[in-house]
């Protein structure tokens, strides 16, 4: 086998995943992913620090593509109009394997402490990628900020919707995430008043 | 040396943060922290499971008194209003010691990833606490989710505001988590109108 076969990557996740599935994190080696995948164990580690890293592969990547939305879209575009931007950038780069693959991720997520706590930093990661693009665009802190929470809230409740296999897969996951910040921005309307402790905001 | 001395969970806290500080997370051993403790490692084992939990100690007693504070508002309280009585509630259990340490605590995540991990997943079971105890007063799911991101990003940006000094320190930190989420809160209406791609609410 090639030691630079396409694919080795996105096969080395499916088999972490499936062995995840199976056996558990804890239990499962990098040299039993490796040989699941049909690859070395020094090509796992060409792609990957550690088994753990596995499951948050695409985060580099997925930054990436939410910050370039956001810087890209156009200049007159409301603070969420580009969170928008962005997540249909970072969506375009999910296909039918992160479909499929959804579910058991966030299986393996929820029965592992160390893979949520690695989870959490991702999405601290996401949110921060967003801000700093936000920010870029000359959009104050605090709505930067919470529009970056509102798009990590979206994507992670998008792709749980289109990864459950709701409706008939014919959407792709920006159609689930923009439909989520939408709902989280009707959310805003619905919270109340300003609570009645709060003081002034001229700080 | 009574074994359960009282103030061995502090001063635990203190001298892991000072060797932190001074010589780095990862070079730090719970010898270490226990020696300057003046307690015994066993004490160490008593109150922490690994100096990691160390940073987080206050996870647990937070998450009950956010969520007492939310559940026992009035019952025609705002979603806003309830997150509001839950950070009261919980600032009131921070005192003088929780101001001087939160700088350095900071600094000691920001220099390690493994503690960033941890401090995420701390977030997020904050978060979770709160959107439950909202959930079960009847709120609806993301409007919950929504009022709970926004406690948590008060919580985080009053409490580092509050340990920074700014202002004479006499205000608790209650005041400044306060207007940290009426800041937060009119940020929401500084978001913009919904985005251009966003498809109906009614799914």
Avoid at 56 to 72: N, R
Avoid at 90 to 111: D, Q, T
Avoid at 148 to 157: D, M, P, Q, T
Wanted: net charge negative.
């Amino acid at each position: 086998m090639a030691r630079w076969e396409p694919g080795a990557r996105e096969r080395l996740v499916v088999a972490a995943v499936d062995l995840f599935t199976e056996q558990g994190y804890d239990a499962t080696t990098v040299a039993q992913i490796a040989e699941r995948a049909g690859v070395t164990r020094s090509t796992f580690f060409r792609h990957f620090a550690d088994k753990r890293e596995v499951l948050v592969a695409g985060q580099e990547t997925l930054s990436t593509l939410l910050a370039e939305g956001i810087t890209e879209s156009s200049a007159d575009a409301s603070p969420l109009d580009a969170v928008a931007a962005g997540l249909e950038r970072a969506s375009s780069a999910m296909g039918p394997v992160n479909r499929e693959l959804g579910p058991r991720i966030r299986a393996a997520v929820a029965a592992s402490a160390e893979l949520q706590e690695r989870d959490a930093l991702k999405s601290v990661g996401l949110a921060a990628a967003m801000t700093a693009a936000l920010v870029a665009r000359g959009v104050p802190d605090p709505v930067a900020q919470l529009a970056s929470e509102l798009g990590v809230l979206a994507f992670k409740r998008g792709y749980a919707q289109w990864s459950e296999g709701e409706g008939d897969g014919a959407d792709g996951l920006a159609h689930y995430a923009l439909a989520a910040l939408a709902d989280l921005h009707s959310a805003a309307s619905l919270l109340g008043p300003r609570p009645a402790g709060s003081i002034d905001e001229g700080r």
